[in-house]
């Protein structure tokens, strides 16, 4: 009986398991047809990753401007927040309840808000935006939040919330900030196919423009970077893709051999602007001695220069090899709507300042329900009390009749209120302690609903004024917070640096005319001259062929050589003069031509072309010299003047394509070289362009004049400094430059300063001596001043006093009269012995018109009365 049961047990045991071996197999099958392509799910799930990373990590929100890990950093110190510094590593462990991604990411988005001195209050090693070097560790370090941002930032009743990652806590969607952040700060986050790049601007400019628009007039916004610089926003295309901004480093000249770099591109380092200063070096782009980094709370980068080395072209240098000039492409992206969007910063501006005014209203709107909840209550308590209602309760018996009672009580005072009485109103007014209705004081109470009207009156107003509201509120976060947030960008117009113009010559190029190469290389043929390794030569060949090609180690570029030089281009003083044979039996013409642009490694001809044409002479003229040849015919029958001189300078100088005029029609002997030729171009005409503070050739800004050979252009400085420099087009010059002009030693200036010596104001007449270095003329205290400096021959001035002798009529001076001509170096005379407020320039008596050579060398109008110009007055003391 036991074995038949057991039989049939695991008969059962069989059963059971070939059903789940079938069930398996069905699911299987049926999990066979449910695959899904795996070029579909990356599809789906790439796209999800796509926008996970776009909307919740890399790109800041419109409303805030800040990324959702600054959300949760700030959110999260907001809640630890009791006014005393907390440890950065609990700030970290605390945000992780909202954040999912570990503490690194928390800890450097924390690190780079502390460092940005606008949110947080940061303690201890933070590290350094100059150096580079990075913070403490987050045990070390402390940080709580900054006045602003409790100001600004927080405010829970106009805060939409949300679930954090896990469902425990509750975190912000956005935080209510009322002002321009995303500006303030700047952002950079790269996303997966997209990326946000807005840079930092001024705190107080963008209040101003905030204002502005408010206000309904125009503005612009400009970046201000914390590491200072110069920088060109001709093309910031208002932080749109697209735009482009050039920054410098700001390089001062120390001395002759040193130069000092006081302030970086925006996103540099010390560190990584030496190491590219350095690598320049190596390849010879620039020459330096050595370095010295003495940057610690300002940047201050000494660059030595060896001997020989002009400090004006390595500056250029610099900008054109280093990282001392950097582009920045700003891309401006923000999230809107659950979705990227492209707008202006202009536009982010403007969406901030309306959702300021939104932001303001909605408080507004709030503590206004507030104070008519405050009114309500306190209306209602005062009629309880004063009308001795809870008197009327004593017979009730039961909880509905006593609220029944109480709101029959009610009924002859509810037209008073702003509100229906709800059965919670009642509720509370049972709950009033009968010590506080025994000691209720009418007066009081009176006083309190009279407080609270008139606050509902302010709020009101407000509110129906709500621009003039928001106007002021912008202009009382000014006032709190705007001390020491000046502009430290300097805002300029920067000139485009010719990197062939400023490189080293770090090569030596040689020709071998028989075979036709030229190169760095060739060490054993020809030395033609210094050159480096991006510079381009000009190959003339015996045939007329000419062409353009890079320097190299060793290049082909033709046979029979007869002329090769490191190419400038846009050059139009270097004049070649050229007499060649057109074809086989030609005429032999002659012709004058500069060559300024033509196509690399593209074959051109000197001549006209024909077949069997030759070059006969040639000369390379770098200032358009004209010589003098004696040309030899051969003899011939009937040939009258066998010999004859040509002058180049008879000859125009025409394009490089023209033909050039017939010298002679019979054949000819040889050329032979007379007399040395001179310029035929004149002096070189030469601009200032105050913008961007450098000379050019080309015609914009204030004309200076034609200079020859040593003629020297005078600076003089707003702070009674002056100097003499050649015309290079490379010089550099002062920030606070007052005045750039050709140089003439008989120029009379007269000058008004103020000498902190001896507590007096000065008047002194005199004329500059020649000196190249900066060199003061109004004494060597720095706190001496220059209040007016005039050119004019016979000035006249007016000074008027102040203090003790304010009642003093005013005295005019004829500064000829008062004090001769003397050396820059003398103290002067002393403007008076009275206190002087304020001193005026008068229309001279005696106009002396000079001659100048502005119309005479050039075709600029003359102005006879550009010397009787003021160059600089300041009327206040």
Not at 656 to 683: C, P, W
């Amino acid at each position: 009986m036991s074995n038949e049961k057991n039989e049939k047990a695991d008969q059962d045991k069989s059963d059971a398991l070939e059903q789940n071996i079938e069930d398996i197999e069905e699911k299987q099958s049926e999990e066979l047809h449910k695959i899904v392509h795996l070029s579909g799910m990356y599809k789906d799930w790439f796209l999800d990753y796509a926008s996970y990373v776009i909307l919740e990590r890399a790109v800041p929100h419109l409303n805030d401007g800040l990324k959702p890990v600054q959300r949760r950093i700030l959110h999260a110190m907001k809640r630890l927040d009791d006014g005393r510094y907390n440890k950065v590593a609990n700030i970290i462990g605390y945000t992780m309840q909202y954040h999912p991604h570990g503490d690194a990411s928390i800890g450097d988005a924390l690190v780079q808000l502390g460092q940005k001195d606008i949110l947080i209050d940061s303690q201890g090693n933070w590290g350094n935006i100059l150096t580079g070097d990075g913070a403490a560790a987050p045990r070390y370090i402390e940080a709580r939040l900054s006045k602003f941002a409790a100001d600004v930032v927080f405010n829970p009743k106009t805060t939409e919330w949300k679930k954090s990652y896990d469902g425990r806590n509750d975190e912000p969607v956005t935080l209510p900030v009322k002002f321009p952040l995303l500006l303030a700060q700047g952002v950079e986050g790269i996303a997966v196919g997209l990326a946000s790049k807005i840079l930092p601007h001024n705190f107080n400019e963008l209040i101003d423009a905030a204002i502005a628009y408010l206000k309904g007039k125009s503005f612009e916004i400009l970046p201000d970077f914390p590491t200072g610089g110069i920088a060109d926003f001709s093309k910031y295309n208002d932080g749109i893709r697209g735009g482009a901004i050039k920054v410098r480093a700001k390089i001062e000249k120390e001395d002759r051999k040193t130069l000092k770099i006081t302030e970086l591109p925006f996103g540099k380092t010390t560190q990584s602007l030496i190491d590219s200063i350095l690598k320049a070096n190596e390849k010879g782009k620039i020459k330096i001695r050595k370095i010295d980094d003495n940057t610690a709370a300002h940047v201050e980068i000494l660059i030595h220069l060896p001997s020989g080395t002009s400090p004006d072209q390595t500056i250029d240098a610099l900008y054109a090899f280093t990282d001392c000039e950097v582009s920045i492409s700003p891309n401006s992206c923000v999230i809107h709507d659950s979705k990227p969007v492209f707008i202006g910063v202009s536009e982010i501006l403007k969406s901030s300042a309306e959702n300021t005014v939104e932001l303001l209203k909605s408080e507004l709107q709030i503590k206004k329900s507030e104070l008519q909840e405050a009114w309500h209550m306190s209306s209602l308590e005062k009629i309880f009390i004063e009308n001795r209602i809870y008197h009327d309760i004593e017979e009730c018996e039961t909880w509905p009749s006593v609220i029944e009672t109480i709101d029959k009580g009610l009924d002859p005072f509810k037209k008073k209120l702003l509100r229906e009485v709800t059965e919670e109103d009642i509720v509370k007014l049972t709950e009033i302690k009968i010590k506080r209705i025994t000691r209720f004081d009418v007066k009081k109470a009176d006083e309190y609903i009279k407080g609270i009207e008139a606050e509902l009156k302010e709020v009101q107003n407000h509110l129906d004024h709500i621009i003039d509201y928001a106007i002021n509120y912008y202009k009382q976060i000014r006032k709190k917070h705007g001390d020491g947030r000046d502009r430290r960008t300097e805002i300029r117009n920067l000139d485009t640096i010719a990197a062939t113009q400023v490189v080293v010559a770090n090569e030596k190029l040689y020709v071998n005319r028989e075979e036709g190469f030229i190169g760095t290389s060739l060490k054993k043929d020809e030395f033609v001259s210094e050159c480096s390794d991006i510079d381009e030569v000009i190959v003339f060949l015996r045939d007329g062929k000419y062409i353009i090609t890079k320097a190299d180690d060793k290049v082909f570029v033709g046979k029979d050589i007869i002329h090769v030089a490191v190419f400038k281009r846009n050059d139009e003083r270097t004049i070649y003069n050229v007499i060649y044979r057109d074809g086989l039996n030609g005429a032999i013409m002659v012709k004058r031509c500069a060559i300024k642009g033509i196509t690399r490694d593209k074959e051109y001809d000197i001549t006209k072309g024909t077949k069997n044409s030759k070059v006969l002479y040639m000369t390379a003229n770098p200032n358009g010299e004209a010589e003098v040849v004696k040309v030899y015919l051969r003899p011939r029958p009937r040939l009258k003047k066998p010999i004859f001189e040509f002058d180049f300078s008879e000859l125009a100088i025409k394009g490089r394509q023209s033909m050039g005029n017939i010298l002679t029609k019979y054949a000819l002997h040889k050329i032979v070289l007379k007399d040395e030729g001179v310029s035929t171009l004149g002096g070189r005409k030469i601009w200032f362009e105050e913008e961007v503070l450098r000379l050019n050739a080309d015609g914009r800004g204030e004309y200076l004049g034609e200079f020859h050979g040593d003629d020297k252009i005078l600076v003089i400085t707003k702070s009674g400094q002056y100097r003499l420099c050649t015309y290079d087009l490379m010089n550099h010059f002062e920030e606070d430059v007052m005045l750039v002009e050709k140089f003439r030693s008989d120029k009379i200036f007269s000058a008004v300063y103020y000498d902190a010596d001896l507590e007096y104001y000065y008047l002194k007449r005199f004329t500059i001596d020649p000196v190249d270095k900066l060199t003061s003329f109004i004494g060597d205290n720095d706190d001496s001043r220059l209040l007016k400096l005039t050119e004019v021959e016979y000035p006249r001035l007016e000074v008027s006093f102040g203090g003790r002798h304010k009642d003093r009529e005013n005295e005019i001076i004829e500064v000829a009269e008062f004090i001769g001509v003397k050396s820059y170096k003398a103290r002067g005379k002393r403007l008076s012995n009275y206190e002087v407020k304020v001193v005026k320039e008068l229309e001279p008596l005696i106009v002396q018109q000079e001659e100048h050579e502005v119309g005479e060398h050039s075709d600029e109008p003359k102005d006879d009365n550009k010397t009787q110009m003021s160059l600089f007055g300041e009327e206040d003391e």
